[in-house]
């Protein structure tokens, strides 16, 4: 399981969170590590899920919560692919609540820990993988470039989009189904779906530049205040 569950209602997301609570008080940590590590991960999916649907921080801090333990037990050593899909979870999550409460040490942290996942998400290695990481390393770079005022962070926030757009354009799954999330893998049919077609493309190329553009203009604003 994975980031998202669009379809799901909160109902659903609720009554998911408290079957995951009752999976962990079977898969205890002593027991079976990686099993309660699984599904700490799938509870922190679920938690992000319902967070983005709720006002406030509440559940995306217990999603976070939920991801930093997966990844005691997920070590990089252990489960390097695993790891780096908790780790852009977790950053991703982390974004959220940075953008909500306009928490610049939440997006460092963000920032940080999807360039981490970076490292082993690798285009070659994972390439839906690493177009779901560098979408979320995008929006992150936005919003701590939007609050700070930070010419750098926009400019590598549109790099990190534009390439994920190019793999897009190029004939391959786009974020939005390439895992949980917004994205779910298993509405990938052969690798292509409709996203990459050149007027829907072009049409996001032009959404994001004018968001760069707007992310611009705040940093302006802000400086001549």
């Known amino acids: 399981m994975r980031l998202g569950r669009r379809e799901f209602w909160p109902a659903s997301l609720i009554q998911a969170v408290s079957a995951f609570d009752l999976a962990l008080q079977e898969r205890r940590r002593e027991v079976v590590p990686l099993q309660w590590a699984e599904s700490q991960n799938n509870l922190g999916t679920v938690l992000l899920s319902l967070g983005q649907r709720e006002p406030g921080t509440a559940s995306l801090r217990r999603a976070a919560q939920a991801f930093e333990a997966a990844l005691a037990e997920a070590t990089r050593e252990r489960l390097p692919i695993d790891w780096a899909t908790t780790s852009t979870n977790l950053g991703a999550t982390l974004a959220e609540i940075g953008r909500r409460d306009r928490d610049t040490q939440s997006l460092d942290r963000a920032v940080a820990m999807l360039r981490d996942a970076l ?52 004939g391959r799954c786009s974020p939005e189904c390439a895992s949980g999330g917004a994205y779910r893998r298993d509405r990938c049919h052969s690798g292509r779906t409709p996203i990459g077609h050149a007027g829907l493309w072009h049409a996001k190329r032009l959404s994001f530049e004018g968001i760069f553009s707007s992310g611009m203009s705040v940093r302006q604003t802000s400086r001549l205040n």
């Open 119 to 170: 490292t082993e998400n690798t285009r070659v290695r994972v390439p839906l993988g690493w177009a779901e990481t560098q979408y979320y390393l995008g929006n992150a770079l936005l919003e701590r470039g939007r609050l700070a005022g930070s010419k750098l962070d926009l400019v590598q926030a549109r790099t990190a989009m534009t390439s994920v757009l190019d793999f897009e354009a190029n």
